[in-house]
């Protein structure tokens, strides 16, 4: 009499267990996996926006008083302009004042323009002020500034007087004020700033959304260049600036943040910008 081949009781428990086991260890392996991957997404994500904010501020900062082809800020006459509005409140006098190129609030919100959402009371603002860097044709409902290498003023006009001027040059006036926004549509924090536009206003833009944070130290010179003195407050003769921008974003419950810092040169406030010669381009 032949008996059937086949496994034992005990053998398949054994066999499930083992295969049960693997099958247990492979989902975690994946999960895991899959957890790391969007760990890496998200800072790689983070790392992004805060390479693009530190850009955008970086680029402006370098600009900062630059005011084309006259290196004299003094010698500009600024009661030409007409009227600045944000919101529908005069803030020709903060806006224009080209005598400063670069303004600095530490830890608090200062600007005369009212923020949509709530801005970071937790973040600095840094408001840069400069000519764009090329030049460009007069046009109506601009501020611009019309200047030789003696003098200039600035305007709203497409047909501006050149009278008592050399073979002048316009450009528009560049005014950007960076805050942090905290309670967006989005949910998510954001830079933003506010940007001189069209009909002398004041327009807020979207910058990046996902920074929390910006901070701006400034550094002055000593008499050892190699230990300037830093602080957080923008002072004449400042010819540094350390950016911290503060990048998050949401990962499941946990909130994933990354920090990115970047030293600049400013060239151009305070007299820290001379021009050598006609035709000289604005510093990059």
């Known amino acids: 009499m032949k008996t059937c081949g086949g496994h034992t009781l005990i053998e398949v428990l054994i066999s499930s267990s083992i295969g049960l086991v693997l099958i247990l260890g492979s989902t975690q392996f994946f999960t895991n996996t899959q957890k790391l991957l969007a760990l890496y997404e998200t800072q790689n994500l983070i790392q992004e926006n805060n390479l693009y ?3 955008e501020i970086a680029t402006d900062l370098r600009m900062a008083g630059y005011w084309g082809i006259n290196s004299d800020i003094k010698s500009i006459v600024r009661d030409t302009s007409g009227d600045v509005h944000c919101r529908h409140t005069n803030v020709s006098d903060w806006a224009l004042n080209t005598d400063f190129p670069v303004s600095h609030s530490n830890n608090t919100y200062d600007l005369p323009c009212k923020a949509e959402g709530d801005p970071a009371g937790h973040a600095d603002t840094l408001t840069l002020r400069h000519a764009s860097s090329s030049t460009s044709e007069p046009e109506n409902d601009y501020v611009q500034l019309l200047t030789d290498y ?3 003023y600035l305007h709203q006009l497409s047909n501006p007087d050149e009278s008592g001027l050399q073979s002048p040059r316009n450009y528009r006036v560049i005014v950007h004020s960076y805050f942090i926004a905290t309670d967006t549509p989005s949910g ?3 830079l933003r700033r506010w940007a001189l536009a069209k009909n002398a206003q004041f327009r807020n833009e979207l910058v990046i959304d996902g920074i929390s944070n910006l ?3 400034f550094a002055t010179p000593t ?3 190699e230990d300037p003195h830093w602080s957080d407050q923008y002072s004449a003769g400042a010819n540094q600036a350390l950016i ?13 943040s990354k920090q990115l810092s970047r030293t600049v040169t400013l060239k151009n406030s305070d007299n820290n910008y001379v021009l050598k010669a006609p035709g000289a381009e604005p510093p990059r």
């Not at 921008?245 to 909130?255: C, E, I, P």
């Open 53 to 55: 904010a530190i850009n």
């Open 150 to 152: 003696r003098r200039g």
């Open 188 to 190: 998510l924090p954001e």
């Open 215 to 217: 901070q701006v130290r």
């Open 223 to 225: 008499q050892y260049p």
């Open 244 to 256: 911290v921008v503060t990048g998050s974003a949401k990962l499941g419950n946990d909130l994933i």
